[in-house]
């Protein structure tokens, strides 16, 4: 059994509180990490090999190294805009243990030189909001946010923001706008947010759960941290997982842990004797997985090598009575509904989706509508200011690739299973 | 060239409080009316329209008046999957009388079916105003309407 590292003190009671994390261990991957220079903390986290965990994979470690050193002014953004269907790991670190993520967040800081830390934070999480703000409150009480922290030198200031509900704000340059008070539309990159970010000033930007391994790191070596996991996709990783499973909810478990682990061994197996059909790893926007890949190692590689993502770890499961048209449909009305319309293909391509995906669904496709669906595709993917077109696409193509059969079937006579 | 640092300290600076500001304004106006609108573009010194332009674009903020009572109900994939969501959003129609999106005569339910709570692991979830309420049955439902509007 794994012993939970990101997770390990949510269970205690009052878990959020500054004292309950101080008892634990708390804060004290500041102390260390503040009598270092934050050229080593950069070496010691690219040695980690820890790769950001909202859903790019990206290097953390090198991410730290593109800030410039000599700018007047620099920001680091929490990203706490969790609003990928099927996603429920960071409202839970940040209810259940907010001071693990503001260490780590100090933490960043410090190694990239930001004067000041902006938590993004999703409008609809009322008791976030409430927790970070209370948890950030303390920290400055206990002199580990604000002028010379720990008596170091180094000053750090820290607000929460929030959203106002808007998927798209996850994305890190619509978020920035959306920090400076604009709609949140993506920026074009480059330039990246580490050179031109946040008031056109270099701005690292980070996941919530990325930040909350950044003190376990600091703690207890790159060495160890790299000894979880496998060789390129180290530490430990919080899967959710939801759908046809008997037990929901939040796993934390090594990357590279197969999906049929996490699905039977954790989450209890499939309700009622039923088979899987598919599974969705890393939330609605990473293709499916079928079957016969459910041995799947978790990890950004294996995931990849068979044509799909890790994404944020969100496993949505989904049982042999499922209907692919209808899931499809589904994601394709949250898509289509969180496009910000910067962009036509993604506004009108999303759109146009849903619209065919529901009228297939309705018992009114056409013959030709498969070659629309994927001549749709191929002109919203790799078309669009961000990766919102890339996604919308992803789960459509796979069914489309993965399922065929099913789509078939619906022409004509619409879904047996949705009437 | 502009200088960034110059930019940020002023219009910039009041423009990043638009967010906030707006949540201020629907507070007290219960929705962005037209003078709400205009209270805060004078406050933050922007022009109305952009003030308006960027309110539109979320969804958390209302343009129409709405019930004392929102409540929203995720129809997300993994709610649907998990089952049950569907049929609490049909109780809640059937029993408020109204339709997603609309809202009680009295004034004190509106209804809304919503993409993701981010409660995939507890549903049948809904949210009523800054509550989440999670794995719901039909009765918990029933002394959550009672208790907020005896219906």
Not at chain 1, 63 to 86: C, I, Q
Not at chain 1, 165 to 171: L, Q
Not at chain 2, 37 to 52: D, F, I, N, S, T
Not at chain 2, 56 to 71: A, D, E, K, L, N
Request: aromatic share 8%.
């Amino acid at each position: 059994m794994f012993e939970p590292i990101l997770l390990r003190r949510v269970d205690l009671p009052r878990s959020e509180t500054i004292e309950v994390y101080l008892a634990n261990g708390g804060y004290q991957a500041l102390r260390q990490a503040l009598a270092m220079s934050p050229d080593d903390l950069v070496a010691m986290v690219k040695r980690s090999k820890l790769r950001g965990r909202g859903g790019a994979g990206f290097p953390t470690g090198l991410k730290w190294s593109f800030m410039p050193r000599d700018a007047e002014h620099k920001y680091l953004a929490v990203n706490t805009d969790e609003g990928e269907p099927g996603t429920f790991k960071d409202r839970k670190l940040i209810e259940e243990d907010p001071h693990q993520v503001i260490e780590g967040a100090i933490i960043a800081a410090y190694a990239v030189g930001a004067e000041h830390a902006f938590v993004y934070i999703r409008g609809e999480f009322f008791l976030g909001v409430k927790r970070w703000n209370k948890a950030i409150n303390d920290a400055y009480a206990h002199g580990f946010l604000g002028k010379d922290i720990m008596g170091s030198g180094f000053d750090l200031d820290m607000t929460v923001h929030r959203g106002a509900g808007a998927y798209i704000c996850g994305e890190e340059t619509a978020m920035l706008n959306s920090l400076e008070g604009r709609r949140g539309e993506p920026r074009i990159k480059p330039p990246y947010p580490a050179q031109v970010g946040y008031h056109q000033e270099p701005t690292l930007v980070h996941n919530v759960e990325t930040l909350a391994n950044v003190p376990h790191i600091v703690l207890n070596g790159d060495e160890w941290y790299r000894g979880v996991g496998t060789e390129n996709s180290t530490g430990p990783k919080i899967f959710c997982v939801s759908g046809h499973v008997y037990r929901r909810g939040v796993y934390e478990l090594p990357l590279g842990t197969p999906l049929s682990t996490i699905i039977h061994d954790y989450a209890g197996g499939i309700p009622g004797g039923k088979q899987l059909k598919a599974v969705i790893p890393g939330g609605a926007s990473t293709p499916f997985v079928t079957a016969k890949n459910v041995d799947v190692p978790m990890d950004f590689e294996s995931l990849a090598a068979i044509g799909s993502a890790l994404g944020t770890g969100a496993i949505v499961v989904m049982d042999e009575d499922t209907c692919m048209v209808d899931v499809a449909l589904r994601a394709a009305r949250f898509f289509a509904h969180e496009s910000c319309g910067k962009c036509t293909p993604c506004r009108v391509g999303g759109r146009r989706i849903l619209d065919l995906l529901q009228r297939i669904v309705d018992g009114a496709g056409a013959p030709g509508d498969i070659e629309r669906l994927y001549s749709l595709c191929d002109g919203i993917a790799g078309h669009t200011f961000c990766p919102m077109g890339d996604a919308m696409v992803a789960p459509i193509r796979s069914s489309l690739d993965l399922f065929a059969d099913e789509y078939q079937r619906h022409l004509p006579g619409g879904c047996a299973a949705a009437h | 060239m502009i200088n960034p640092g110059q930019l940020a300290s002023t219009d910039a600076m009041e423009r990043a409080r638009l967010l906030t500001a707006l949540y201020v304004a629907q507070e007290q106006y219960g929705y962005l009316t037209d003078e709400a609108v205009q209270r805060v573009a004078e406050r933050l010194h922007m022009a109305p329209g952009k003030v308006y332009e960027t309110a539109t674009f979320y969804s958390m903020y209302r343009m129409q008046p709405m019930g004392r009572y929102v409540i929203q109900v995720c129809e997300g994939l993994s709610c649907h999957l998990a089952g049950g969501a569907e049929r609490l959003l049909d109780y809640l129609v059937e029993r408020l009388g109204i339709s997603p999106g609309e809202t009680t005569e009295d004034g004190l339910f509106s209804l809304v079916s919503v993409q993701c709570l981010a409660a995939c692991d507890v549903s049948p979830a809904m949210r009523v105003n800054d509550t989440l309420y999670t794995d719901l049955t039909f009765d918990e439902v029933d002394s959550i309407l009672d208790r907020l509007g005896g219906r």
